[in-house]
């Protein structure tokens, strides 16, 4: 697809902000035709240095908590104000995606690219850690690295030059995250479906300079691609939730 509001951002800033596979091309593309209203409270779960949060607020017209555990709020702050941003747009906020302190029912929505797939492949997470903080009819967009088909029985080679089979095991296909979100009471499935974006994502990750990426360039190289994908979840809280 072409990523008209991602190469609108300066590659080499981009570069120096995200953490894996191009997460603005994700997120375009997991974006496209959303159902969240402009001025919606989003929280972007597992936002690290806040490049995605960004792109929520700019291109989408979203006031963003950008959430994550692993990142500097101050750094996050000062990294928003230079690129223009309030905070009445955005907040950086070090929190624990398995231990939220928002207030419930706080969120329009939740946006999460990249990250789902570290703290969500527990089949309750939806309804107890997560869906208390969104408004009924909320929606939440996920985006994950997958798998094609699942291979974890006879991983090929070409994944193992830069992952072990216990990294690996947090990526897997669209029939394994349907049964793990199907298994929410509280939410309904409004799409799970493969993506476009892949190769190029990855193309524009392993030219980075850092070890991370120099690490997946090895397999990116020899082909992993071939097995390898980017699933979106889209899914909206119920009107009605059911008691446990």
């Known amino acids: 697809m072409e990523y008209k509001r991602a190469e609108k951002y300066n590659i080499d800033l981009v570069n120096q902000k995200i953490m894996g596979p191009n997460p603005l091309k994700l997120e375009e593309e997991l974006m496209d035709n959303h159902h969240i209203k402009t001025g919606s409270v989003v929280m972007d779960l597992g936002s690290g240095q806040g490049i995605t949060s960004i792109f929520l607020v700019k291109e989408y017209g979203f006031k963003v908590y950008a959430t994550d555990l692993w990142s500097n709020p101050e750094e996050n702050k000062k990294f928003f104000t230079e690129m223009g941003l309030t905070d009445k747009q955005i907040i950086p906020v070090k929190a624990d995606a398995t231990d939220l302190k928002y207030e419930k029912e706080f969120f329009d929505a939740v946006v999460s690219t990249d990250s789902y797939n570290y703290f969500g492949r527990d ?59 199907s298994k929410s009471k509280d939410s309904e499935i409004v799409s799970i479906h493969e993506m476009e974006s892949n190769e190029e994502c990855w193309n524009d990750w392993i030219k980075c300079d850092n070890e991370y990426s120099r690490n997946d360039k090895k397999a990116i190289d020899a082909g992993a691609c071939e097995y390898l994908n980017f699933i979106a979840i889209i899914l909206k809280k119920k009107y009605t939730i059911k008691k446990a």
């Open 123 to 181: 089949e309750k997470y939806l309804d107890e850690k997560l869906l208390p903080f969104v408004k009924k009819g909320g929606y939440i967009y996920i985006v994950v690295p997958g798998m094609k088909k699942d291979c974890h029985k006879d991983i090929p080679k070409e994944l193992l030059l830069s992952w072990t089979p216990e990294q690996l095991d947090y990526i897997h296909d669209i029939e394994y995250w349907k049964n793990i979100v």
